[in-house]
């Protein structure tokens, strides 16, 4: 069946660089992908959709130019935490629609990758 | 504004006792409401519930929607300690694809 594969899992970094997290879709053909964010003990916070070929869509009190997206191919999702601080340490995940026999399915369910852990020293 | 909202927040019981979950949900253009279950890492899919009144089943747990009165429940019977977990409600929309998820309920089951 169709995954959804993230990395890196883990990511340890300094105050003030940058870290881009991967999010690729196996096996099917990714249009759309959502990013999440969870801190611990809190549910999954959508922080912006990703859209192939066009221009990320953020969710309100994100910022665009703290979390850089990317979706330059139909596979390939990034998302880079710019400067990043402690309080940007959190779980970031992504999924992606289900799509089956080349088609997208709305039901709602998505897949998801397996997520990365972020710490900022 | 689109909200779905679950409780408890949080459960602790012993192996054997049975759970009830609860999400209530308000929004615009509903379309279905999703049931997932995330131990570490990324959430599993367990339910996808779009009509009122009919159960899903798997195993011990199920599940109901009641689109009238803007809720669903999700009961566990019968729990051991390998569903200690968060369980996660969604909601999807005819307006997007993105889903909004729920608060969770982290439920924690003791030998």
């Known amino acids: 069946g169709a995954v959804v594969s993230q990395h890196p899992s883990w990511v340890i970094c300094k105050s003030g660089t940058s870290v881009k997290i991967e999010c690729r879709s196996l096996?099917?053909?990714?249009?759309?992908m959502f990013w999440y964010r969870q801190f611990p003990k809190q549910s999954l916070m959508l922080m912006a959709t990703?859209?192939?070929?066009?221009?990320?869509?953020?969710e309100q009190g994100v910022e665009k130019d703290k979390f850089l997206i990317n979706h330059a191919s139909l596979t390939l999702s990034t998302l880079t935490v710019t400067s990043a601080h402690p309080e940007d340490s959190s779980f970031y995940i992504c999924?992606?629609?289900?799509?089956?026999?080349?088609?997208?399915?709305?039901?709602?369910?998505?897949?998801f990758g397996e997520g990365s852990r972020l710490t900022v020293l | 504004e689109d909200k779905v909202v679950q409780s408890p927040l949080s459960l602790v019981v012993h192996e054997g006792d049975t759970v009830t979950l609860n999400c209530s949900y308000e929004?615009?253009?509903?379309?279905?409401l999703l049931w997932y279950k995330q131990e570490k890492k990324a959430p599993t899919f367990l339910f996808m519930l779009?009509?009122?009144?009919i159960e899903k089943k798997s195993g011990r747990l199920s599940s109901i929607l009641d689109k009238k009165e803007l809720f669903s429940i999700l009961n566990i019977t019968a729990t051991q300690t390998g569903d200690s977990a968060v369980y996660l409600c969604a909601v999807d929309t005819h307006n997007t694809d993105k889903l909004i998820f729920g608060t969770g309920t982290r439920l924690q089951v003791f030998p």
């Open positions: 096996d099917f053909q990714a249009t759309t």
């Open positions: 779009t009509s009122s009144g």
């Open positions: 929004v615009t253009n509903f379309r279905s």
């Open positions: 999924s992606a629609p289900i799509w089956t026999s080349g088609k997208k399915i709305n039901t709602g369910e998505l897949f």
């Open positions: 990703s859209n192939e070929g066009s221009k990320a869509t953020y």
